[in-house]
């Protein structure tokens, strides 16, 4: 059985650390490691777009990273109970043409038994900024 630690239920600390190891993942950019943080058939809604299954969250993860570039991300745990958790998040990249942005948002994460995340939801927003404003260095 596959698993990822930590597992729910969850204390401060472990819910502090499963926020910092997907914060890692994501930083790396690597769709084929950070699917694995997740079930065969999670459910994911990133703004707008309803994602299905560790297949369709490695393709929009290779989708996401062709557009966004040089992207770095910190995420802030908010709240936690049993096996979910409530993150803040903000990212900055630049596109094709060099314009930077400031994305931020908010993400409910649900972990089966095995600490695989089932589900995410995340609302998140875009601020265009001046590579001069970028904090996330």
């Given amino acids: 059985m596959?698993?990822?630690h930590p597992l729910p239920p969850f204390t401060m600390e472990t819910?502090?650390?499963?926020?910092q190891l997907a914060e890692n993942a994501w930083n790396s950019r690597d769709p084929e490691k950070i699917c694995l943080a997740y079930t065969i058939d999670t459910e994911w809604r990133n703004r707008a777009e309803f994602i299905n299954g560790r297949e369709e969250v490695k393709a929009f993860l290779t989708r996401k990273?062709?557009?966004e570039l040089d992207y770095k991300l910190k995420k802030e745990l908010w709240g936690f109970r049993e096996n979910r958790m409530a993150v803040r998040f903000e990212y900055e990249w630049h596109d094709k043409v060099g314009q930077w942005y400031r994305s931020y948002g908010n993400e409910l994460w649900e972990f089966d038994e095995n600490g695989l995340m089932r589900k995410r939801y995340a609302s998140i927003n875009d601020l265009e900024i001046s590579a001069e404003d970028r904090i996330l260095l």
């Fill in 2 to 4: 596959e698993q990822k």
């Fill in 15 to 19: 819910a502090l650390e499963k926020v």
């Fill in 65 to 67: 990273w062709e557009k």
